[in-house]
């Protein structure tokens, strides 16, 4: 019988705790007989060796051939119905014969599932959330068939009370459903091998068997595999029966010129005749609508297509009118073409009119230019990649979301793209970019020193505090407040009043510079209670009436419908004290004709918004126009102050009079290139992120640059600063490819030099924004004479932005921006059974593929050693020895021989 210690370094003690024994024993003045103490002596040896092996980790170690068997069960989309009843029989007589041996069950898809002791144990996704689940609702999870007993039929006029309770986030039981679907939606084989193995014990002889159809999603299967310290066996199941079509691929050039005739190649697969509809869309607009016949297979089918006047087109194939098809997720796929050819700009225009003389002319000098409204601004950065360069010509904040707003900084600091901002009385602080997320990209602040020959402003801010303002509507208005008193400048004055169903001073009419006590006062403000606004208009007049300011304003924001009131009255006798009234309507709830009409009748501006987030840019606009100070309209003559080759050729001394800008700061590392006479900033630049944004805080159209339009330098002025602002791309001598393998993206770049030879040990980096605008900076490795490679997980679906840089010796040379777009899961695929991989995974872990349910659990050759730890049995065995000591050194057996006779 083997035996083994654990702990092996613990037998050293028996060298320090053996002669120390000795050592007393030989030293003892003891008077018992010698024999009792030698006996003594080897008692004590003894009990001590028993000790120390048991500290050792004395172990027997058997022979078993008991088997520990973990089954991998494949849940994933893939395995249709016939597979699962394969796999039931399979177990069904697997288990039958399973007599001594152990088993447990561990289901995968696209994570591993919870493990269960016995097959009725298991639970379908990784944790219940399954088909099981799907058609009950938890205990505590209302109908959405019965109405909620907080819902009301209405509310009066100044009462809170909620009209209806709308439950805005998912239910617990739409929620399971999500977790199941993203589940199912994937197979990583390889992390549910490693998971095993870790279940496995010692002491068993241990095995996995795998039953699936072997097509995997993501992990590298074999190589976990190879690191297995159990064979793995497996069992091949049949891949879905049911009528599917698919499109698999669509096949398109990864770059053309423009106005360049290419094909869009759809690849559509079918395990069975049926006729479609396929209908190609090139963004939003369908080019393509025909009826084809599909046969059973793979189906290519081309269609010719050219790109003019855009930079990136997304390519979508659909097919529909199918006579028979079980899953809908796969019957679309995208592709992403770039087009080379003329730099392009987009232009967003409050009035589009106004700017087609700068269209014109960059039109002119090879510049293609488009003009949308503010309702063109682009939702997405795919829009906004068709474009080298962005520019905002009076446009407010409060006409653009918070989301397009980061999207444009997602696409100047992450993407290299161009931005550039024009003045005019929308722009800048006047259109409430204050605290934006585009003024963190400008290189001017939009607040500014007020002039001291400017008129002083004294402002009282009157905001609705009822119950339906809570939350982040409370939190937007509060920050609004405290952004306008920000913007005030030391000669103003601000104070705030709060209302629900009466009204509260919040702060008190007081110089604008005591900030941070104005900032305490207005955090203190909690939403509650009804709405009665009169009460509040009345005592913001009664406030400003004795203010001494030359400008008076208020700003009143309600989201309800208020108690009744003189309204009109109250705001028509502020007019005549030369006080205006300015309205914020929030949400539809809001009485929008009655705002509209006190800010009509208090000669003031009516603003609506139905996006809380808005609400600082309102606030923020509404203080800079109030003001009457960001505005100088007095006519200037540029000046140089800085030379740049951006200005080459440009004789700027015979520029013409300008006739108004806008005031701002510059930012401290920006450059000011031209300015006006009194300093102010009047085209200012930096770099920001891997791109540019510049300011022009005058305007290009008649407004103020009413004489530049007939200046024989307006063309080139114009081209030259928007070549510089502009994203720069440069395709020669590279040659980038982008393709999706399975969850992960391949990026490959070939590079040659300008003589043609291979350019290697450059820098190449590569910035990936994913579909939530997540930025992931990579850098590519060499992998041969002038070619780099990486590779990135691609979870998410929907479009991947790239762009790609080149340089050496802290030099660019080339850049270049690309896309990849992410459509369904692999695992939506039609695919037949993976038995090669099966076949390799057995073969590389020792294991057997396709075994018979009955050979599982037989005996063979293999068996494993059951560690049995014995130091119990040491410890007692020592217990009693000690006993035994204990007695031969307390008790002289010599005395005890006389009664032996």
Request: charged share 25%; hydrophobic share 40%; glycine share 8%.
């Amino acid at each position: 019988m083997p035996l083994e210690l654990t702990r092996p370094w613990a037998l050293a003690s028996l060298l320090v705790l053996a002669p120390v024994v000795a050592y007393y024993f030989a030293r003892s003045l003891s008077d018992f007989p010698r024999p009792q103490r030698v006996v003594s002596l080897i008692v004590r040896l003894t009990l001590i060796a028993l000790l120390v092996l048991a500290l050792g980790g004395l172990t027997l170690l058997r022979d078993t051939r008991q088997r520990f068997i973990v089954f991998l069960l494949d849940q994933s989309t893939s395995v249709g119905e016939s597979a699962q009843a394969k796999a039931d029989a399979f177990l069904d007589e697997a288990l039958a014969k399973q007599g001594r041996h152990q088993a447990v069950f561990l289901p995968f898809a696209s994570e591993v599932g919870a493990m269960a002791d016995r097959r009725a144990d298991v639970i379908a996704g990784p944790d219940g959330a399954g088909a099981a689940d799907d058609n009950k609702l938890s205990s505590d999870e209302p109908s959405s068939d019965e109405p909620s007993s907080d819902e009301s039929d209405g509310a009066a006029p100044g009462s809170d009370e909620p009209l209806a309770v709308v439950q805005t986030g998912p239910t617990p039981k739409q929620q399971r459903e999500e977790r199941w679907r993203r589940y199912r939606d994937g197979t990583n084989l390889a992390s549910a091998i490693e998971a095993a193995v870790g279940y496995l014990p010692p002491g068993y002889v241990p095995e996995i068997v795998v039953l699936s159809d072997g097509n995997t999603t993501d992990g590298d299967a074999l190589a976990a595999a190879a690191r297995s310290r159990a064979p793995i066996s497996t069992v091949p199941l049949p891949t879905r029966t049911e009528p599917e079509v698919q499109v698999s691929e669509v096949v398109v050039p990864a770059e053309v010129r423009e106005g360049e005739p290419f094909y869009v190649e759809a690849v559509i697969f079918s395990n069975h005749p049926d006729k479609a509809l396929v209908e190609i869309f090139k963004g939003d607009h369908k080019v393509v609508s025909e009826e084809h016949e599909l046969k059973v297979g793979e189906n290519r089918l081309r269609f010719q297509q050219s790109i003019e006047r855009a930079r990136l087109a997304a390519y979508t194939v659909r097919v529909t009118k199918l006579s028979e098809d079980t899953l809908l997720d796969n019957n679309s796929e995208s592709g992403l073409v770039f087009a080379a050819g003329k730099p392009r700009v987009l232009i967003i225009e409050s009035d589009p009119n106004l700017i087609r003389d700068l269209a014109y002319a960059l039109e002119q000098e090879g510049v293609e230019a488009d003009v949308r409204p503010p309702q063109g601004m682009p939702d997405s950065l795919a829009d906004l990649q068709n474009y080298e360069l962005l520019m905002l010509s009076n446009v407010p904040a409060t006409s653009l979301t918070g989301q397009q707003m980061e999207l444009v900084r997602t696409y100047v600091q992450q993407l290299g793209g161009g931005f550039m901002m024009l003045g005019g009385e929308q722009s800048f602080g006047l259109g409430g970019y204050y605290k934006t997320s585009l003024e963190e990209i400008l290189p001017v602040r939009s607040d500014f020193q007020k002039e001291k020959e400017t008129p002083s402003l004294a402002m009282v801010l009157v905001i609705d505090k009822s119950g339906s303002m809570s939350g982040e509507k409370m939190e937007m208005a509060k920050s609004a407040a405290r952004g306008a008193g920000e913007l005030l400048g030391r000669r103003d004055k601000l104070g705030v009043l709060a209302f629900d169903g009466e009204t509260y001073l919040i702060s008190e009419l007081q110089s604008a510079d005591n900030k941070a006590k104005i900032s305490d006062e207005i955090a203190r403000i909690e939403a509650g209670g009804g709405t009665s606004m009169y009460p509040g208009m009345e005592q913001a007049y009664e406030m400003l009436q004795s203010a001494s300011a030359k400008l008076k304003h208020v700003i009143v924001l309600t989201d309800g419908v208020s108690a009744p009131g003189d309204f009109e009255g109250i705001a028509q006798e502020m007019a005549s004290q030369r006080i205006t009234v300015s309205t914020v309507a929030v949400g539809e709830g809001a009485d929008v004709d009655l705002l509209e009409s006190i800010a009509r009748a208090g000669k003031g501006r009516y603003h609506f918004t139905n996006d809380a987030t808005q609400i600082p840019q309102i606030f923020a606009k509404e203080t800079v126009t109030a003001s009457k100070s960001a505005i100088n309209e007095q006519p200037f003559l540029p000046q140089t102050i800085r030379a740049t080759h951006a200005l080459k050729e440009l004789d700027m001394e015979t520029a013409p009079f300008l006739l108004g800008f806008v005031m701002t700061r510059p930012k401290p590392t920006c450059e000011v290139i031209l300015a006006t006479e009194s300093g102010d900033p009047l085209l200012a630049w930096w770099r920001y992120g891997l791109g540019m944004a510049t300011a022009f805080t005058s305007d290009a159209k008649s407004r103020w640059a009413a004489e530049w339009i007939t200046w024989e330098g307006y063309s080139k002025f114009w081209t030259q600063i928007v070549r510089q602002t502009m994203r720069k791309s440069d395709a020669r001598g590279v040659m980038v490819h982008a393709q999706r393998r399975g969850q992960r993206a391949v990026v490959e770049v070939d590079a040659v030099d300008d003589l043609g030879q291979f350019l290697n040990q450059a820098d190449v980096e590569l910035t990936v924004i994913d579909p939530q605008l997540k930025r992931q900076p990579l850098r590519l490795r060499q992998t041969a004479p002038g070619r780099y490679l990486a590779e990135f997980a691609t979870p998410r679906s929907g479009p991947y932005h790239l762009d790609l840089a080149v340089g050496r010796n802290e030099r660019q040379l080339y850049r270049q921006s690309r896309g990849l777009t992410v459509g369904y899961s692999d695992e939506l695929r039609i695919q037949p059974t993976n038995e090669p991989l099966l076949r390799s995974l057995a073969e590389r872990s020792g294991g057997r593929y396709d075994p018979t349910p009955a050979s599982l659990f037989e005996d063979d050759e293999r068996a494993a050693e059951r560690p049995t730890p014995l130091w119990p049995h040491l410890v007692t065995a020592a217990l009693l020895l000690l006993i035994v000591d204990v007695a031969l050194r307390r008790i002289d057996f010599g005395l005890l021989a006389p009664f032996r006779g």
